[in-house]
């Protein structure tokens, strides 16, 4: 009886292999790039990753779903150093951002899943989950890192609405830049954008207080 329930339990709680996702995941960024949203099949990533196409509908129920993970993952590549200053902290933000658009497979599915998401609101609100609020996690870091070393005060009002409003600034502007205007995201651009950004965030300290 033992045995019995013991295999049964190996069979329905087999964990999930990190190497078969990786290669999922790659192999749907290489296949969006060369084929394009609308020619993107779960059969062809399922062939490029060499796994069962069985295999992705256990992970992922739909095509949607895939392409957003695909292009999370990139996202969580982005880091927060500590460089002594937030002003140095968002500029090193920003050109690795902007470094990360570069990628041809970040761009392409990026604008993708942004287009498909205008006509599909599940899918606008899985990118609002694994994209947006995961990466909000840095600006969570760099204000309480600016906070502890008394570059902002310690009360900034709605905190929650702040982070968002910093959130929107920064990403806003560097999709805006790099993938509409197609201009250069540079070291000068970086300064310009974090100095404007901490002056605003200056002013609404004082106006708060």
């Known amino acids: ?64 779903e895939l392409v957003v993970d695909a292009v999370a993952v990139l996202f969580d590549e982005l880091e927060l150093p500590d460089l002594g200053s937030l002003q140095a902290d968002i500029e090193h933000v920003v050109l690795q951002f902007a470094a990360l658009l570069e990628r041809p497979e970040t761009k392409t599915a990026l604008m993708a899943v942004v287009a498909e998401s205008t006509r599909d609101e599940p899918l606008r609100e899985r990118i609002r989950s694994s994209i947006v609020d995961r990466q909000k996690r840095l600006v969570l870091a760099g204000r309480r890192r600016a906070q502890q070393r008394g570059e902002l005060p310690p009360d900034l009002g709605p905190v929650a609405a702040t982070d968002d409003l910093i959130f929107d600034v920064v990403a806003g502007a560097v999709v805006h830049r790099a993938l509409v205007s197609a201009e250069p995201v540079d070291a000068p651009w970086a300064a310009r954008l974090s100095a404007l950004l901490l002056g605003g965030l200056g002013a609404a300290a004082t106006a708060g207080g």
Do not use: F
């Open 1 to 64: 009886m033992c045995s019995r329930t013991h295999q049964r339990r190996s069979r329905t709680g087999r964990p999930r292999s990190t190497e078969a996702d990786t290669a999922i995941l790659e192999a749907t960024r290489a296949a969006l790039v060369e084929l394009g949203w609308s020619k993107l099949t779960m059969g062809d990533v399922a062939g490029r990753a060499g796994v069962a196409k069985t295999t992705l509908y256990r992970r992922w129920a739909n095509k949607n």
